[in-house]
């Protein structure tokens, strides 16, 4: 069964930094394109960023471009999301996700990091 | 960037019954549409990618149907597992952006 466990997740203040992972398991990790979305308490879905499998292609919001930076290290079978200059509308709970083989629909999730973002 | 619009916000209705939601795109999105469920405290589930394809293991009272910028969402029979958040997200351009999402209450 696939699996994807986020972590790193925690208070952070206005302006900081911090970096969450997510360690996948159970399928061929490099061959698939891997998605962060946030949910704001109580809000809606928003897709953060996408990166390819061989890390070639990323793509972000506009709202997180030049602050947050999706990478991954496929021989950890490791995806992170390193946020910079953190706003209070930031904070979210940061879903892992994986994009179905050659396409763009997530066909699995992780169950979420939280992170808040607050003085 | 390409808007989603879903409607109605949320709904009220009891098992059985069929229940519709729509999802409508800004522009043109093909058939590059997907729909997820979400339950209170959970991830979201994928349940139909490209508008109408049923994702293996979802039942068949969920689904989808149409392409361009008009969308809708179909469960056949409500069941008390149903209860939950759809949300519909478009995958034509970057960035692939979330509909607001429908809830879907007793």
């Known amino acids: 069964e696939v699996q994807l466990l986020e972590s790193g997740g925690g208070l952070v203040q206005p302006g900081g930094s911090l970096r969450v992972s997510c360690e996948a398991s159970?399928?061929?990790?490099?061959?698939?394109?891997m998605s962060w979305v946030r949910q704001a308490p109580g809000k809606g879905l928003e897709w953060v960023s996408t990166i390819s499998g061989n890390s070639r292609t990323t793509y972000y919001a506009d709202s997180v471009k030049g602050r947050f930076t999706i990478s991954r290290d496929n021989s950890k079978k490791t995806l992170y999301l390193q946020m910079n200059s953190l706003r209070a509308e930031d904070t979210a709970v940061y879903y892992c996700a994986r994009e179905a083989y050659g396409d763009y629909w997530i066909d699995y999730w992780g169950q979420g990091t939280l992170v808040t973002v607050s003085s | 960037d390409i808007q989603m619009t879903q409607s109605p916000t949320s709904l009220s209705a009891s098992v059985g019954d069929r229940v519709t939601i729509t999802c409508q795109a800004s522009?043109?999105?093909?058939?590059?549409l997907n729909w997820y469920q979400q339950k209170p405290g959970e991830a979201p589930n994928l349940l139909l990618y490209d508008a109408s394809n049923l994702e293996p293991g979802v039942p068949s009272r969920f689904r989808g149907d149409g392409s361009g910028t008009d969308f809708t969402f179909t469960i056949t029979s409500l069941q008390p597992e149903d209860f939950a958040t759809y949300f519909c997200q478009q995958y034509e351009k970057v960035p692939f952006t979330f509909g607001p999402g429908t809830t879907v209450d007793l």
């Open positions: 522009q043109d999105i093909k058939s590059y």
């Open positions: 159970e399928f061929s990790f490099g061959s698939y394109a």
